[in-house]
Structures are given as structure tokens and as C-alpha cells.
């Protein structure tokens, strides 16, 4: 019996569908592929490069395609421009001791700065690392540091005003302030065993695992406030400045999970960092370095299992085949399909309301009379009807002109900014789904998510979030790829135990 048209149309579409799918399937797969062109990602491409390619025992990784949605690289890692200079918007600030950033830096031969992201200007007449900074509580400051002398001042007052602050410091908080920095001194030494030689150091296939062999789980499962309690702080400066530091770098307060707060209380310490030009270049010149093939402004909507690779379909029609795909960008508010699905633990993210401000604060909104009367860096204390977290100083370009950073946890509406502002000439507003919303018991998330080679750097940041804990997370994640991929248990598919529906985020994954 003949065929109508329509059939026979049906049935050349089929074959065309069907040979399609077989030269997709029969395309070699790239090696690895990365969502994510943040920290994470452009680490991971590094590390995967440098321990394959640089070892005579393992076959060289250098085929990897990294995915960003954005049209930039860098992730949480951004810069703003307002008033014709560039500010750091998102990730901000690096430890000195944070041994990955400081080596990436050297690498791609960046420029660094110290203090705090301020213009490097010299007419900016900001004090470095804002030592001028007041605590308020929504009527008054209840606490400030020394202005930062004037340049009329004496020699002999400049040198002797580090001393003088931290005399005032002292004579408010007490030994309280010494009992702070050694149970931060104890949390660094601990982190800085990520660092070890690599045959000192074990491979990690769980974020438990990584946690507890440098002793730093136990901080998982407390709140920073017990933490300290048990440290011997006062109670004045848990409420005051170690809030003031939660507030600015978190966005939360003291009942923070202790490994995040004391990552936080870190992030005020001295000698903190940043690349000239913004951090971002970190992951650019990492990217670059690792040659890895990037796309830009291509996300990844599916990612499928198909035996032996996976399939990712992107946002702009594309699919590509790879062989080991890691996700280094957090699962939490992305509109992704994983199949088979996969189960995460569920967790929300803080989001941070940056708002950049060229112009004047209004005294008469602090209680003051004069703007030069209010401290370079305002924190603000844990009460309900403060509107922001924080407002610092960026560059000051005169008495009646300057640039400001805020932070809030919601939106900072147009005629609440007018009260705060006695001008505007200029407002930028980030809304950053920045990290965690912390809170302890800390529930970890799988590193490898299927039991085969879909992996999740942010699994980490459940414990704290920063650069250098997503570039030490990646580090390990390069190694547990590279591990895996020569052992034949890594091919067998994992089986999920049956599992309450409460706490589980992303099943249809």
C-alpha cells in the first residue's frame, strides 16, 4: 500500500533525527567541561591541568570548556564603575595567608594592593583599611576609633595613632580582643593544612571528610555565639564589633554558623588584599593561562547522563558531549535539569544588597552635625530597624563629594537614600545572591553527585565562602577527577538511599 506524503515526511524527519543524534553520540567528547567561570572554575581548570600535565604518570587534561551565562568571567568576582572609577562589587577583599590567591597572583603577574578596595589615590584621603570606623545603633554610635590624623597633624601623632586606637579598642573590649584573635589564629592554622604537600595530604570524596581531618568540622555544628561563649568573649564585644564584622561580611548575625563567623572574623584582619583593576582577573588569567576553550554568555539549561559521557544542552541551542562535567557555581537558585536526578541537601542563599552611592551622607540622619563628623566605615549592630548593614567610604574626592559602598539585606528604597544622603549624584545597585544563609547543624552537599564524574565545588561552601575556600575546595576536587578517572569503582553509577522528601532540594534535578 503506497505511502501518503505525510508519512513518508514523518519517517525522513525520524531518519534525519536519528542520524543527527548518532553523529552527536559518535563526536568525541571533551575531556572536561565547567560550569561556572568564577574561582571555582577557572581553579579547577588550573589544577586539573597542573597535575596531569606537569606528571610523567598521568595522561595530560588539557582539553576543557568552561560555561559562563554571564557575559563576563569572574562569578561573585566583579567590579562597578561609578563617578569614572572601578570598585569591587562583589568578592572584595583576600587573606595573606590564603596561599592559593597570593600563588594565582604571582603566576599571572598581577598587580596587588593592600587595606581595604578603596582608590590607591592619594587624594582619595581615605584611611587604609578604614581604621576610622564607629558602631551604631540607629540613633547614636555607641563606639568609634580615632579619626585618622589630618594632614596638619604632628609627625610624632601620626606614628603613635595605630597605638592609640588599638588602646582604645583595648580599653573598651579588654582581653576579650586577644581571646578573639587566638581563636581565629586557631581556625587559620587548621585551614592552612589544605595547603600540605600532596603526599601528606588525602584526597577527599566527601566535604565531611575534608572538614574533619583538619579539625575544623566541630565549627560546623555550633553557632559562632556558642563558639565565643566558650572562647571567653565578652559579651560586649560579641554584640558589638563581632557583629559589626558578621553584618559587613556575611550578612548575618552571630548565630552564624561558627567555621563561616570565624572565616568572617578573619576577614578583618591585618594585611587583607586585592588584585589592582578587580579580583575577577584572577579567574580570567587562570582561564587564560589553562587555555581552557571558554563561552561566554552561554549557560548550561540539562545535563544528561549517556553513558560514558554526559550530554549538556546550553542556553543558546547547542549540545555538547563531556566526559567528567563539574558544577562550580551554586545549585541553589539555578534553573538547571540533571538527569538521572540527583539529591542535594536544601539550602538558601543569603542575598546582599550593595548599593554604590557617589555624593554626601546627611549628618542630621546619625545625629551629627557635620558629614565630616561620620566615620569613614559605619557598622551597625543586630536591632531590627537599622536598614543596612553597613556604609563605608570608597574614595573621597572632597569634603562635599564621595563615593560609598553599602550593604543591606534588602532593597534600600529612593526616599529612604534621600534621608541617608543629604546629595546623590550617582546610584549603582547589585542585588548578589552571595553565599549561604549559614546556620548550624551545617548539612553538606555531595562532592561527586551521581558516583561517576559529575562533580559540585559549592558543596564547600556550606562551610564558609570565600575565594581562597572555593580555590582550596577545586584543588580537591582536581584531585579526586584525576584519582577517580583511574580507578574502575568510579564507573559503577551511584545508588541513593531512600530519603525523606523534607530537607531535599533539587530531586528533579
Not at 551597625?380 to 550593604?407: A, G, W
Request: glycine letters at 6%; a negative charge.
Amino acid at each position: 500500500m503506497a505511502l501518503s506524503r505525510t508519512a513518508l515526511l514523518l519517517l525522513a524527519m525520524a531518519a534525519l533525527s536519528l542520524l543527527s543524534s548518532d553523529a552527536a553520540v559518535s563526536a568525541p567528547a571533551t575531556k572536561v567541561c565547567v560550569l561556572g567561570s568564577g574561582i571555582g572554575g577557572s581553579s579547577v581548570a588550573h589544577f586539573l591541568k597542573q597535575y596531569t600535565c606537569e606528571s610523567a604518570t598521568t595522561p595530560c587534561i588539557d582539553d576543557i570548556r568552561i560555561f559562563e551565562r554571564r557575559e563576563k568571567v569572574g562569578g561573585r568576582m566583579a567590579t562597578v564603575t561609578i563617578g569614572g572609577d572601578t570598585f569591587e562589587a562583589g568578592a572584595s577583599i583576600i587573606h595573606p595567608k590564603n596561599l592559593h590567591a597570593v600563588r594565582f597572583a604571582r603566576l599571572l603577574n598581577l598587580n596587588t594592593k593592600t587595606g581595604d578596595d578603596s582608590d590607591s589615590d592619594p587624594k582619595s584621603n581615605v584611611s587604609s583599611s578604614s581604621s576610622w570606623f564607629g558602631i551604631w545603633d540607629g540613633s547614636v554610635f555607641v563606639f568609634q576609633t580615632l579619626p585618622p590624623p589630618s594632614r596638619s597633624s604632628s609627625a610624632i601623632y601620626r606614628k603613635m595613632y595605630p597605638l592609640l586606637n588599638s588602646l582604645v579598642l583595648a580599653w573598651r573590649y579588654g582581653f576579650s580582643l586577644l581571646r578573639m584573635d587566638r581563636f581565629v589564629k586557631e581556625m587559620i592554622d587548621r585551614f592552612i593544612l589544605y595547603y600540605n604537600d600532596l603526599e601528606s595530604r588525602p584526597v577527599f570524596e566527601t566535604v565531611e571528610e575534608m572538614l574533619k581531618w583538619s579539625g575544623l568540622y566541630g565549627l560546623t555544628l555550633r553557632t559562632l555565639q556558642e563558639e565565643l561563649a566558650d572562647a571567653g568573649l565578652s559579651s560586649r564585644l560579641v554584640s558589638e564589633l563581632v557583629t559589626v564584622i558578621t553584618r559587613i561580611n556575611y550578612g548575618q548575625s552571630v548565630s552564624i554558623s561558627g567555621l563561616a563567623g570565624a572565616v568572617s572574623l578573619a576577614g578583618s584582619d591585618s594585611g587583607l588584599w586585592s588584585v589592582d583593576g578587580g579580583n575577577w582577573q584572577l579567574a580570567a588569567g587562570l582561564i587564560s593561562h589553562t587555555n581552557a576553550t571558554l563561552h561566554l554568555h552561554e549557560g548550561i539549561d540539562s545535563i544528561s547522563y549517556a553513558g560514558g559521557y554526559y550530554v549538556l544542552n546550553s542556553t543558546k541551542g547547542n549540545s555538547y558531549a563531556c566526559e567528567v562535567t563539574v558544577i562550580a557555581t551554586p545549585l541553589d537558585e539555578l534553573n538547571m535539569t540533571i538527569s538521572p536526578p540527583i539529591s542535594v541537601p536544601s539550602r538558601s542563599l543569603q542575598h546582599t544588597f550593595t548599593t554604590f552611592v557617589r555624593g554626601l551622607l546627611n549628618p542630621k540622619y546619625f545625629g551629627l552635625n557635620s558629614a565630616s563628623e561620620i566615620p569613614d566605615l559605619v557598622g551597625t549592630l543586630e536591632l531590627p530597624d537599622i536598614p543596612f548593614s553597613s556604609i563605608s567610604v570608597l574614595k573621597k574626592y572632597s569634603e562635599e563629594d564621595m563615593t560609598y559602598k553599602m550593604f543591606s539585606r534588602a532593597h534600600l528604597a529612593e526616599v529612604l537614600l534621600d534621608q541617608i544622603f543629604s546629595k546623590r549624584k550617582e546610584t549603582v545597585r547589585i542585588n548578589w545572591p552571595a553565599y549561604p544563609h549559614y546556620e548550624a547543624p551545617e548539612v553538606f552537599a555531595p562532592i561527586v553527585l551521581d558516583g561517576l564524574h559529575l562533580y559540585y565545588i559549592n558543596s564547600f561552601e556550606s562551610a564558609a565562602s570565600t575565594i581562597e575556600t572555593s580555590a582550596v575546595a577545586a584543588e580537591n576536587v582536581a584531585r579526586l577527577i584525576t584519582s577517580r578517572m583511574s580507578s574502575p569503582s568510579a564507573n559503577a553509577p551511584l545508588i541513593i538511599s531512600p530519603t525523606s522528601a523534607e530537607g531535599i532540594l533539587h530531586t528533579d534535578l
